[in-house]
């Protein structure tokens, strides 16, 4: 079974930077569609940025891109997403999603097409 478990959330001034991670276990392979979405208090949950781990390939929300930027590392099976000048309305609980044996490219980056979800990491950003 895939288990995703993130971390490196926290409190923060605006401008300020985190890393997050998401440590992965229980792939059969390494093509997979990894990624972030983020869920405010009473909003939808929304996409952020995604990365294709067998291919490196990475996509980013509009509302994010030049702040957002994610990565991984294959050797521990962990992907990261680093946001800079980090904003209150970036004030949001961090979830980790896969894919199971595919690439990002094709998807629409909804939640229904990802199978496997972290518990979430909170990120607080004050003014």
């Known amino acids: 079974q895939v288990r995703l478990v993130e971390s490196g959330g926290g409190s923060v001034q605006a401008g300020g930077s985190l890393r997050l991670s998401c440590a992965a276990s229980g792939f059969t392979n390494n093509n997979n569609c990894m990624g972030w979405f983020r869920q405010a208090p009473g909003k939808e949950r929304e996409r952020v940025a995604f990365i294709s781990t067998g291919f490196d390939s990475t996509y980013y929300a509009d509302s994010v891109k030049g702040r957002f930027t994610i990565s991984q590392d294959n050797a521990k099976d962990t992907i990261y997403l680093q946001i800079n000048n980090l904003q209150p309305e970036d004030t949001s609980m961090y979830y980790c999603?896969?894919?199971?044996?595919?690439?990002?490219?094709?998807?629409?980056?909804?939640?229904?097409?990802?199978?496997?979800w972290g518990q979430g990491t909170q990120v607080t950003v004050s003014s």
């Open positions: 999603a896969a894919r199971a044996g595919r690439v990002c490219y094709g998807l629409k980056w909804q939640k229904s097409d990802f199978n496997f």
